[in-house]
């Protein structure tokens, strides 16, 4: 991985040479041009702040679903299975660790979903303001490659280890003697048996998640808005439409790569170590358990995704519109 950042930096400097007079060279002008011309714009900057709290926002209304598809997932099948479905979940959750039982991991969710949200919106607003067109809008095949971007930068950057952790701590709850007793005890036992390398268990399944997640979900967002407007970026959606396109574009994700998801839940489990690689995982998974047992956990990642994405896109928008009064582009 290391090699691969060192190529793609070097390629990007050698990109910028070739295009450029050398940095010592350059009269003070020439510089702040060029500066300017890399530098992160306003609305990327904008991307950042108001994707972190919207961040914040959605994950505190939306966790006990995703505490339960999580549960689901790692219930691999046997012949007598621990949960009935959804609700048995909810109700086993609820009688053996109470209401607050259901919020197992929130911390961990909380303090990742703030820079996965910055990143994933700074990027997609970013690599938009690269590749839209006179009117701000996106071709679809850059809408798709926006999307894949922003996953995929969130997937490196924060979601892996929130992930790796978060899984790691409702998995280990369901055990009969729970070992971690905090979020930093419990990040010290990962970092103590796994190596700094154990927060990172599942990386190219999370890519490869949060990629076609983004991909999929940007795609139908900017999609659906482009339809709405006509192609006119003046127009101003209602939120409770901008929600109803969050919701379509939430439910097109999760029908689209629940398999990756379920493969990446069991490779940042407790015990991931039976699996050799994501190949592996996805391969044993299909030999023990059936074509079906990759779409394990649909129904509540269902309801939690529509959910999120729905409330985000809403959040976001809002939060959006109002810092634009005062924070002109």
């Not at 995929?152 to 998995?171: L, N």
């Not at 339809?227 to 127009?235: A, C, E, F, K, Q």
Request: aromatic share 10%; hydrophobic share 40%; glycine share 10%.
């Amino acid at each position: 991985m290391e090699v691969e950042l060192a190529l793609v930096v070097g390629s990007s400097v050698a990109a910028m040479s070739s295009t450029s007079k050398p940095i010592l060279t350059q009269s003070p002008t020439e510089a702040l041009t060029g500066w300017r011309q890399y530098a992160p714009s306003d609305r990327t900057i904008k991307g950042i702040v108001i994707g972190g709290l919207t961040g914040a926002i959605e994950i505190c209304i939306t966790f006990p679903t995703e505490y339960v598809k999580t549960q689901l997932q790692l219930d691999e099948r046997s012949v007598t299975p621990k949960f009935k479905g959804p609700v048995d979940c909810v109700k086993q959750t609820v009688k053996g660790h109470g209401v607050l039982g259901l919020y197992r991991g929130l911390s961990v969710l909380l303090y990742g979903s703030i820079p996965k949200s910055s990143f994933r919106f700074g990027t997609f607003e970013f690599l938009k303001s690269k590749a839209c067109d006179e009117r701000g809008n996106l071709t679809p095949i850059m809408r798709l490659m926006c999307g894949l971007g922003a996953g995929v930068s969130e997937a490196i950057f924060a979601v892996t280890p929130m992930e790796t952790v978060k899984v790691k701590f409702i998995h280990d709850q369901t055990l009969e003697k729970p070992k971690f007793k905090g979020f930093a005890h419990g990040v010290g036992m990962i970092i103590r048996n796994d190596g700094f390398t154990g927060l990172y268990q599942g990386l190219f399944a999370t890519m490869m998640k949060q990629g076609s997640n983004q991909a999929i979900r940007f795609f139908v967002m900017e999609t659906l808005k482009d339809y709405y407007r006509g192609g006119d970026n003046s127009v101003i959606i209602s939120k409770p439409v901008v929600g109803v396109m969050g919701v379509i574009a939430g439910a097109a994700s999760v029908y689209g790569n629940t398999p990756i998801d379920v493969v990446k839940t069991r490779m940042q489990g407790l015990e991931a170590k039976k699996y050799k690689h994501t190949l592996d995982c996805a391969l044993k998974i299909w030999k023990h358990e059936g074509f079906f047992a990759f779409y394990k956990g649909t129904v509540p990642r269902l309801s939690r995704v529509c959910l999120d994405v729905g409330i985000t896109f809403m959040i976001y928008d809002s939060i959006m519109e109002a810092i634009n009064k005062y924070w002109k582009v």
